[in-house]
T-cell receptor, first 115, second 117 residues
Framework: GAVVSQHPSWVICKSGTSVKIECRSLDFQATTMFWYRQFPKQSLMLMATSNEGSKATYEQGVEKDKFLINHASLTLSTLTVTSAHPEDSSFYIC???????????FGPGTRLTVL | AQTVTQSQPEMSVQEAETVTLSCTYDTSESDYYLFWYKQPPSRQMILVIRQEAYKQQNATENRFSVNFQKAAKSFSLKISDSQLGDAAMYFCAYRSDNAGNNRKLIWGLGTSLAVNP
């Protein structure tokens, strides 16, 4: 149990286009979902936290207009990178937490390459 | 604000030997959780072990155990009988029990563990 999927696993796009990444909790209801960004050989950087039905809470320094997060249901959250640029190229990871549980369950990540 | 420090960017161990990864943290809270996560080359984050701060007994999961020293704010991970599959990045993480911050994880910078055959 407690499986989190991400789609796509790898995406290449042209500069200026928008990309949507989906994060799904497959066998549980996720009251909270987290979006991270990770550069090679570095730690995870929390971008934002989203609760179902609420606006996402963004970490300081993260552009909310560039990284749009929607948590429309208890099993789905999406991250849209708008007007992507090469500097947005990174590995994006989502995680999900269910009510009363102490741990987060992580998706396999999405590698974004912006040309 | 809470911080997590992993002072060993890289470590190596011989197969079948034991290795200890260090982690220290800073907090003024009394109730919290500590985690060790493993990130293999596939980059899928895997929970290795979890420790509740209110528990004095050190957590153990098969070959993985922790040395939790609450007063010293230290949380080291010991891997016994190391296997080639243990090679990965290991991250130490802290989570407050305060619901006000969505219980987000505070991460260390990670330790890259190599296992030599």
């Amino acid at each position: 149990g407690a499986v989190v999927s991400q789609h796509p696993s790898w995406v290449i796009c042209k500069s200026g286009t928008s990309v949507k990444i989906e994060c799904r909790s497959l066998d549980f209801q996720a009251t909270t979902m987290f979006w991270y960004r990770q550069f090679p050989k570095q730690s995870l950087m929390l971008m934002a936290t989203s609760n179902e039905g609420s606006k996402a809470t963004y970490e300081q320094g993260v552009e909310k207009d560039k990284f749009l997060i929607n948590h429309a249901s208890l099993t789905l959250s999406t991250l849209t990178v708008t007007s992507a640029h090469p500097e947005d190229s990174s590995f994006y990871i989502c995680s999900a937490r269910r009510r009363s549980y102490n741990e987060q369950f992580f998706g396999p990540g999405t590698r974004l390459t912006v040309l | 604000a809470q911080t997590v420090t992993q002072s060993q960017p890289e470590m190596s161990v011989q197969e079948a030997e034991t290795v200890t990864l260090s982690c220290t943290y800073d907090t003024s809270e009394s109730d919290y959780y500590l985690f060790w996560y493993k990130q293999p080359p596939s980059r899928q984050m895997i929970l290795v072990i979890r420790q509740e701060a209110y528990k004095q007994q050190n957590a153990t999961e098969n070959r993985f155990s922790v040395n939790f020293q609450k007063a010293a704010k230290s949380f080291s991970l010991k891997i016994s009988d190391s296997q080639l599959g243990d090679a990965a990045m290991y991250f130490c993480a802290y989570r407050s029990d305060n619901a006000g911050n969505n219980r987000k994880l505070i991460w260390g910078l990670g330790t890259s563990l190599a296992v030599n055959p």
